[in-house]
């Protein structure tokens, strides 16, 4: 520990069992005078549970993971990274999808609504600039106007619209809008199964892109200033449902590099984990940006300090 | 997907929910990390979690910040 820096009081938003966060956690209280709350938001449930009242004489509770009620207006530092989880083994006492559902919503919106009252720190990152950067939509629209090269895109309901951009580009492919964690699906190529289902395609919309070809996938960890990357190369389209794939620390082009930090600005981000994919011809394709993407699996795959680098970078968020 | 349904969404269409392939060397350096972090953690004691599914991945809808 560097003695002479600044303590900090930090808290991380996540769910259980959350392996980024105790490892985060372990990393910072080694290295920093720092202290880190983990609140599980799917258990809160557990003793003392959330408590807020509009008059300041009632104190506030919002209990982390070991019971403490953290006061929010003392941290420094909030690594907003997830919010409920509809996957959780809490209460399983309560079997009632419907009754699951309002515990799931309701502790959110209070959580929510605790945390933007309470906190007056510094975010990583501010909730509703996350939820506007995760939407697709919002998301391509801003790498396109960065000069970032995506790929041809359609996101459509209409079948005729689909049939004719899928004519337009042979093996073109589809993949959800957002999806759900209960049954996420791989991205897939489009075949005639689904163009000659007008029901599935006029249901939903979805996102309908070309195909870029290449085995060269990019996974891009942006925290603050710094950028690591790593290649994986994989022969499927989604390298995700296989990670015994190779992995090796890449270095992109400067002039990339800015441009990514130029959208996480754009983006009110101070962070963001990005899915590029480098074609035979060498050419970077941008494809989406996680706000608060998985990184950790990186680190594990290729050696690339990850943790060391987030912890630098959410302690120097704090200390700001 | 186990519901019988007249229709399905366009992305559901052609395949079933993601599989997930065996990732022996990064489940071995997460255990490896639960060590040295001290957590008293089994890797996959939850129902919810396919056996292949590693818990530092972005394999199964993980990638999202609202996991709801």
């Given amino acids: 520990m560097r003695r002479h820096e600044k303590s900090a009081r930090i808290a991380v938003v996540t769910h259980e069992r959350d392996l980024h966060a105790h490892a985060v956690k372990a990393e910072m209280e080694r290295r920093y005078p720092a202290r880190v709350h983990i609140f599980e938001s799917d258990h809160f449930s557990r003793a003392p549970g959330l408590s807020w009242s509009p008059l300041e004489k009632e104190e506030s509770v919002f209990p982390a993971v070991d019971g403490t009620a ?4 003392e941290l420094d530092a909030i690594w907003f990274r997830r919010l409920g989880n509809t996957r959780t083994s809490a209460n399983p006492e309560v079997t009632d999808p419907v ?4 515990i799931h919503v309701d502790t959110n919106a209070a959580a929510l609504g605790m945390l933007t009252t309470e906190f ?4 990583v990152d501010r909730p509703s600039a ?3 950067a995760q939407n697709k939509v919002v998301q391509l629209r801003a790498a396109h106007e960065l000069g ?9 309901q209409s079948p005729e619209r689909i049939r004719a951009f899928c004519r337009a580009h042979p093996g073109a492919i589809v993949k959800a809008v957002r999806g759900v964690m209960q049954a996420p699906a791989a991205t897939a190529v489009v075949g005639e199964e689904l163009l000659g289902d007008e029901a599935a395609l006029r249901v939903c919309p979805a996102i309908y892109q070309e195909l870029v070809p290449g085995r060269r996938h990019v996974r891009v960890q942006v925290f603050g200033d710094r950028v690591l990357a790593a290649l994986l190369e994989s022969d499927d389209l989604d390298w995700r449902p296989n990670l015994d794939i190779p992995a090796v620390e890449h270095r992109l082009p400067e002039g990339l590099q800015d441009s990514l930090h130029a959208l996480l600005k754009h983006l009110d981000l101070t962070m963001g984990v990005f899915d590029l994919k480098l074609t035979d011809e060498g050419e970077y394709i941008w494809l989406e940006v996680n706000p608060q993407g998985q990184w950790l699996f990186v680190e594990g795959m290729t050696g690339l300090p990850l943790i060391e680098a987030f912890t630098d970078f959410l302690y120097g968020r704090a200390v700001q | 997907m186990t519901v019988d349904t ?3 969404p366009a992305i559901y269409v052609g395949q079933e929910r993601m599989a997930l392939a065996p990732a022996p060397k990064l489940a071995a350096w997460e255990r490896d990390l639960i060590e040295r972090l001290d957590i008293e953690w089994d890797l996959h004691v939850l129902e ?7 818990i530092s991945g972005s394999g199964d809808g993980w990638d999202d910040c609202d996991a709801g």
């Fill in chain 1, 70 to 73: 953290v006061r929010l207006g």
């Fill in chain 1, 99 to 102: 009754d699951r559902e309002l």
């Fill in chain 1, 120 to 123: 007056r720190g510094r975010w």
């Fill in chain 1, 130 to 132: 996350f939820w506007a």
């Fill in chain 1, 148 to 156: 970032l090269r995506i790929p041809e895109t359609l996101i459509s």
């Fill in chain 2, 6 to 8: 007249q229709v399905r």
């Fill in chain 2, 48 to 54: 919810s979690m396919h056996p292949n599914e590693t």
